[in-house]
């Protein structure tokens, strides 16, 4: 147990530790020697602080952005599939195989009227890649490198053109949708059910 002890004539002050008898003068307990931290040991300490940071920073910052563009690549292709699956949905309500019912039938333009009698057409817009998959002037997908629809008689082989519209019983939707380096083909064949 220490004590100080301190007269008024002295012009420095003991501490006396009991437990040995001794007495330290108090300067001594403030000698270069103390524990503590010199200038330069904090500059150093920042400066690998800063290094460790940096170096924290930069993986994390890649991590992000591998996240980010993971999420945009599987929202373009997400897009792309729901794009295909309501083009199939709603080809399998043609109303009838007549060129009445079915007024434009090429490679990247569906037109036609469904068992309600709406007019609904599937087309792919823009001059070159990457282009839009519209319905009825509404975009239905982004991003979209290639469509083409194919149409096919029962036999699955034989191509049906415009002129024997009466002899389509498939219709097949190639899409090929691309964000960056990434790219997702999808292939789906639809059979009307009024056929």
């Known amino acids: 147990m220490r004590s100080a002890i301190c007269g008024v004539q002295n012009t420095e002050c003991k501490i006396q530790n009991s437990e040995y008898g001794m007495t330290t003068p108090e300067f001594e307990l403030l000698a270069p020697n103390s524990k503590g931290f010199t200038l330069i040991e904090i500059v150093i300490t920042i400066v690998l602080?800063?290094?460790?940071?940096?170096l924290a920073a930069v993986i994390i910052l890649q991590g992000v952005k591998?996240?980010?563009?993971?999420q945009i690549r599987s929202d373009v292709h997400y897009q792309a599939k729901l794009a295909v699956e309501r083009m199939a949905r709603e080809i399998r309500t043609i109303r009838s195989a007549t060129a009445a019912d079915i007024t434009t039938m090429t490679a990247t333009n569906l037109q036609f009227n469904n068992i309600s009698g709406n007019n609904i057409q599937f087309q792919r817009s823009g001059a070159s890649a990457p282009y839009t998959l519209l319905r009825n002037a509404d975009v239905l997908a982004t991003h979209v490198q290639s469509m083409t629809?194919?149409?096919?008689?029962?036999?699955?082989t034989t191509v049906v053109t415009s002129g024997t519209v009466a002899n389509l019983w498939f219709v097949v939707i190639d899409v090929t949708d691309q964000q960056g380096s990434d790219s997702l083909q999808i292939r789906t064949r639809v059979h009307p059910r009024n056929f």
Not at 66 to 70: D, I, K, P, Q, V
Not at 149 to 156: I, Q, T, V
């Open 49 to 54: 602080v800063s290094i460790l940071s940096g």
């Open 149 to 156: 629809l194919s149409y096919f008689a029962n036999d699955g």
């Open 66 to 70: 591998a996240y980010s563009a993971e």
